[in-house]
């Protein structure tokens, strides 16, 4: 686009790529390389740190989880963050999507994101291979109270691909269970290729200390597990709300039909949380877009009680 | 003048005491007496908001565009000029607008006054013009005031102008006005044409370098139908970029003029919608004199045809006459 | 106080020019804007606001943050991928596995190389800044600084704090200005680093700030008379009696809330054409879009103005769109600047220049609507029939603004959200 990115030509011996495109000096990529490069840790929250794609898993038709390490092992080893905080992953030349961080925050191999397929930005994430190159800016947005949770008895209730958003939570959970009270975790989807996380649903299902019910919309071939829709079975589980924290997240129309169910259950606003989503472009709270009310999803949010909900305007 | 404006409100008080429609479009009085803007009227009791008088320059059919009807099935009143009305036929020769929704009440027009040009003629805030038969009084804030000729006040589409009586309509208000023969004018295009190619690029260069991108010109305009999907935003053909400088401005004017052709009569409202004064109105009018030259077309003319880029006969005239 | 010839202005611009690039409102083609000045160039102080505001320059319509390029390095440079068929080239489509292989490539090789931005700011002085366009600056000081423990936006920081904003008060306002009407005024300092004010032969001007003193260390400068002195506090309160209040700020956060789901959302907003002409003028609006694009290998992540108003400013993936319809984009614009930024950052959105009532396409006027919307009435979503009194109370409001009437008395009465 402008002369300043053109490389000079001359020095030492040409390195050409099949298409003959690009022609570089080895002089030139190591003096490119060798550029320092602003990231999050430089006090500008706009510039991704780069990461590169270890693993790849085709969770269901249309969504995959990428694995992914900051390519600086220093960042990688700083990194922290609370289940719940999501980030923003974005391909160069694409754009960025806001996705939940969903490996264990105790995981200090990977980051995990889980993709959908639906627009530009979750296209080209899709045809991704391990090894590119992405940009990553995590962590950001307001975590589950996981410390005041402690105590508690824990519901968590998760539609599709909802359990993205819930999975760091769960892990976070599981692995400290001794903190917690009775622990459920209900996950439906429209039919068991939709399931994301088999390899964390079969490990939950065979502890007997957290009771997992997996759940299809309607009868499967093949499948032997419950049927029904996941406001229905959690209206037969009929969890009581002592003590109990529901945490919620997946289709519009589950949560809406949930909240009606856990509101006949006697939960109050203050015991039920949920994670939001909006366009999103700077996941900082400054571009002004993803705003409900006067409060910003990516700061203010992603996770929100009902009762927070309640004080919003209807502009979901 | 003032005759059409009674018309005009006993039209729209008929209509809404029948019932026949949700809401009537007309001009009325903005902040000021000197502005003028959109009205809508849904009371018979606030007809008295509607006016008709030279500063009455909106092309309210833009407000029959899609998604702009509030509810989306209203039934609509609305006032139009004549160059409004070929706007209105455009839009009616795609079936953009469902015409058993409307009720379209015609304003022959004499002429619509150019604001800027009495702005241009004092220093201070003009804040009142009033018409009495062919003057115009303007007075500002300042306490200075000036009479004018309303003729030397118009806008420069309208000396060239040959459809003043509306194209389409169910009720006119008042008698029709003397349509000018002969060829069609281009009043505004000589110098422009007189220019070297490289003096129109500069021209056309600094025009743009004052380009917002605020869509103030997409928005406004009647035929320009994908307005809420506007290719000019679109990533997926990404046709302009989001730097705003002037090639990128001018290619997206070029996009909204050349996706209007053929539909576009030149009423202006993109011109006088441009909060940074761009020419636009030239480039349109130079779009809509080569189609005539071209093809012997003045879009919105004829109801029963077609916009003549979405239609193809071996009898196309090109080039001829 | 000191004082400042008329005829010495061109120097001492050109004494700012040294250090710094002077920005002023000039008359462009007919239009007085605010652009780079250059010795010789006049400023043009006798139109009361230029045509936008100056936020372009401290907060660009466009400015890349980043810049990257894909580098296609031969494979011998770079480690091997996971999924080597990749490029494999078959005739025929004949499912999995099937169909003959006929070449294979060397899987795509790309190396990314990414360059931040160049950290661009330089000293800039914009002079002849209006009270309203420097508190426009403060207003958005608010968001881009991390207010209440958010993020700091490295970029428009770096070049607000290199900018000195020298303001010259109002001698005329417009019928349009209501700066009085939220917290402010046509003398206002909020923002300034150093006031002017014109009286006939020259400037009589104040520093507020080091910024504004380290400005007015130009020779040209001399104690102001007292008859000078004089001349300019005449001048100013002139002024302030000429802006009156329009509508009342007090209650007007707990009115906007209250009001949400009114209907008269939906009748303010249905001349408005949605496009984004109010946000671009003004002062103080900020809203952007973070965006990238390439050609072939190399390209750039930009941020660009945006506006709520575009249709698809909350479009999501999903094809669902909170503000889909037009009143609630309409809503959100007013609710932001009166509501939600108060609520967040303890300032208004808004500094009162009218600009959004002078440029809209169909005049919308804020001051109408907030008028009608402040009134605490939340009408039902039935027909409006009281429709017909709010707006004829809208419209006395607007009345009253006529200039020349005195609405003295009227002080704003801002819930804490203004400091003077």
């Given at each position: 686009?402008t ?30 390389a ?35 390490r ?17 980030g ?6 694409v754009?960025?999507s ?9 995981n200090?191999?990977?980051?995990q ?10 296209t080209?994430?899709h ?10 800016r ?13 105590g ?7 539609g ?6 819930l ?6 959970c599981?692995?400290?269970?001794a ?20 390899y ?14 997996v759940?299809?919309d ?13 406001p ?11 003590d ?6 997946g289709?519009?129309i ?13 939960f109050?606003?203050?015991?039920v949380?949920?994670t939001l ?28 009680t ?6 919003l305007?209807d502009?979901? | 003048?003032?005759?059409?404006q ?30 003028n803007i ?20 909106h ?11 509030d509810?989306?099935?209203a039934?609509?009143g ?14 009616l ?6 015409r ?21 003629e ?9 018409f ?7 007075r ?47 009043p ?18 600094a ?15 009647p035929v ?22 002037k ?27 441009c ?27 004829d ?8 239609a ?7 080039g001829e006459? | 106080?000191?004082f400042?010839q ?32 250059t010795?010789g ?7 009361l ?27 011998a440079?770079?480690p091997g991928?996971?999924e ?11 499912g ?7 070449a294979?490539?060397?899987?795509p090789?790309?190396?990314?190389v ?8 330089t000293?800039?002085?914009?002079f ?15 968001v ?7 993020y ?8 607000r ?15 349009t200005?209501?700066c ?23 400037f ?12 007015l260390e ?5 104690d102001?008379?007292e ?16 802006v ?21 959302w ?18 103080n609006c900020y809203?952007?879009n ?18 709520c ?17 037009k009143?609630n ?6 609710n ?23 440029y ?9 609507v907030?008028?009608v919307?402040?009134?605490?009435v ?36 801002g819930?804490g959200?203004?400091?003077?």
């Amino acid at each position: 686009m402008t002369d300043e990115l053109r490389p000079e030509q001359g020095g030492q011996e040409e390195v050409d790529c099949s298409s003959g495109k690009n022609t570089l000096t080895l002089a030139d990529v190591e003096a490119l390389a060798s550029i320092p490069r602003a990231g999050t840790r430089s006090g500008n929250p706009y510039l991704p740190e780069m990461a590169t794609v270890v693993e790849i898993i085709q969770e269901t038709p249309n969504v995959k989880s990428f694995r992914v390490r900051f390519s600086d092992e220093e960042v990688m080893e700083r990194f922290t963050f609370e289940p719940g905080q999501v980030g923003q992953l974005g391909i160069y030349g694409v754009g960025e999507s806001t996705f939940a961080i969903n490996s264990s925050s105790s995981n200090k191999d990977y980051l995990q994101f889980s993709v959908m397929q639906a627009g530009e930005v979750t296209t080209a994430l899709h045809q991704l291979s391990v090894g590119d190159k992405v940009g990553v800016r995590a962590p950001m947005g307001r975590p589950f109270p996981v410390r005041e949770w402690k105590g508690k008895n824990l519901l968590f209730i998760m539609g599709g691909i909802g359990s993205a958003a819930l999975r760091a939570t769960v892990l976070h959970c599981l692995e400290h269970r001794a903190d917690y009270g009775d622990v459920t975790i209900l996950y439906g989807a429209r039919t068991p290729v939709d399931l994301t996380f088999g390899y964390d649903i079969e490990e939950w299902q065979s502890r007997n200390d957290v009771q997992t019910v997996v759940t299809v919309d309607a009868e499967f071939p093949g499948w032997e597990g419950r049927v029904g829709f996941v406001p229905t079975v959690l209206e037969e589980l009929a969890p009581g709300p002592v003590d109990t924290m529901a945490v919620l997240c997946g289709p519009p129309i589950m949560i809406k039909f949930c909240l009606q169910v856990l509101e006949r259950l006697q939960f109050a606003d203050e015991q039920v949380y949920t994670t939001l989503e909006k366009r999103m472009k700077c996941g900082i709270g400054i571009c002004g877009r993803c705003n409900v009310g006067p409060k910003y999803v990516c700061v203010d949010g992603p996770v929100f009680t009902m009762a927070e909900l309640r004080e919003l305007p209807d502009e979901l | 003048m003032s005759d059409r404006q009674e018309i005009i409100r006993e039209l729209a008080r008929e209509a809404l005491a029948e019932g026949r429609v949700d809401y009537f479009l007309g001009w009325g009085q903005g902040y000021d007496a000197s502005q003028n803007i959109p009205v809508f009227v849904r009371e018979v009791t606030d007809v008295d908001r509607l006016q008709w008088n030279p500063l009455c320059h909106h092309n309210l059919t833009v407000f029959l565009k899609r998604k702009m009807p509030d509810p989306p099935d209203a039934r609509i009143g609305v006032c139009v000029k004549g160059c409004d009305s070929r706007t209105l036929v455009a839009l009616l020769q795609e079936g953009l607008v469902d015409r058993d929704r409307l009720y379209i009440v015609g304003v022959p027009c004499d002429g619509v006054v150019d604001r800027r040009k009495i702005d241009r003629e004092f220093t201070g805030e003009v804040i009142g013009i009033e018409f009495t038969g062919d003057k115009v009084l303007a007075r500002t804030a300042q306490g200075d005031s000036k009479e004018f000729d309303r003729t030397s006040l118009l806008l420069d589409q309208c000396g060239g102008c040959h459809y003043p009586n509306p194209r389409v309509a169910d009720d006119i208000a008042g008698d029709t006005v003397p349509e000018p023969e002969g060829e069609p004018q281009w009043p505004s295009l000589a110098e422009f044409e007189a220019l070297s190619p490289g003096d129109k690029a500069a021209t056309l260069a600094a025009a743009f370098s004052t380009c917002i991108r605020c869509f103030a010109c997409i928005h406004v305009c009647p035929v320009c139908y994908c307005w809420d999907q506007c290719v000019n935003r679109s990533r997926t053909p990404a046709l302009v970029s989001q730097r705003v400088e002037k090639g990128e401005n001018l290619m997206f004017q070029l996009v909204h003029m050349f996706h209007v052709a053929g539909r576009c009569p030149s009423c202006g409202a993109c011109d006088r919608a441009c909060p940074v004064e761009i020419p636009l109105y030239l480039l349109h009018e130079k779009m809509n004199k080569e189609l005539y030259d071209m093809l012997r077309f003045e879009a919105g003319v004829d109801l029963e045809g077609k916009p003549v880029l979405q239609a193809f006969s071996l009898d196309d005239p090109f080039g001829e006459g | 106080m000191k004082f400042l010839q008329e005829s010495d202005l061109p120097a001492f611009l050109e004494h700012l020019s040294a250090e710094a690039n002077v920005i002023a409102p000039t008359d462009v083609e007919g239009l007085v804007q605010f652009r780079p000045w250059t010795a010789g160039t006049d400023v043009e102080l006798d139109t009361l606001l230029s045509r936008q505001s100056a936020k372009e320059f401290i907060f660009p319509q466009w400015e890349p943050f980043l810049k990257y390029r894909y580098l296609m390095v031969c494979d011998a440079k770079r480690p091997g991928t996971a999924e080597e068929a990749k490029l494999e080239l078959r005739l025929t489509d004949e499912g999995e596995g099937g169909g003959e292989v006929v070449a294979v490539s060397d899987p795509p090789a790309h190396e990314l190389v990414m360059v931040g931005a160049e950290d661009s700011a330089t000293p800039q002085v914009i002079f002849g800044l209006r009270p309203c366009d420097a508190r426009g600056f403060v207003q958005m000081d608010r968001v881009f600084g991390g207010y209440g423990g958010f993020y700091f936006d490295p970029y428009y920081n770096s070049r607000r704090s290199l900018a000195t904003l020298l303001v010259v008060t109002c001698h005329q306002p417009r019928s349009t200005c209501f700066c009085r009407g939220v917290g402010g005024g046509p003398a206002g300092s909020e923002g300034a680093d150093a006031l002017f004010t014109r009286i006939p032969d020259g400037f009589v001007a104040k520093a507020l700030t080091t910024k504004g003193a380290k400005a007015l260390e130009f020779p040209g400068f001399v104690d102001a008379s007292e008859a000078a002195a004089h001349a300019a506090e005449e001048a100013k309160a002139a002024a302030e009696e000429m802006v009156s209040v329009p509508f009342e700020l007090e209650g007007l956060r707990e009115a906007l809330r209250a009001s949400f789901e009114s209907v008269d959302w939906r009748e303010l907003s249905r001349r408005c054409i949605s496009c984004g002409t109010c946000t671009y003028v003004c002062p103080n609006c900020y809203c952007f879009n973070v965006t990238d694009e390439a050609v072939e290998t190399q390209g750039e992540r930009l941020r660009c103005w945006d506006n709520c108003f575009n249709p698809s400013y909350t479009l999501e993936a999903s094809g669902h769109n909170p503000r889909d319809v037009k009143s609630n984009r309409f809503r959100n614009r007013f609710n932001h600047k009166f509501w939600y930024y108060p609520e967040k950052y303890d300032s208004l959105l808004c500094s009162g220049c009218g600009r959004c009532i002078t440029y809209c396409p169909t005049r919308i006027d804020i001051r109408e609507v907030l008028g009608v919307m402040g009134s605490g009435v939340a009408e039902s979503d039935a027909a409006p029939s009281g429709r017909s009194e709010s707006a004829a109370v809208g419209e006395a409001a607007v009345g009253e603004a006529a200039v020349g009437e005195a609405a003295l008395g009227e002080k704003a009465a801002g819930d804490g959200e203004e400091s003077a």
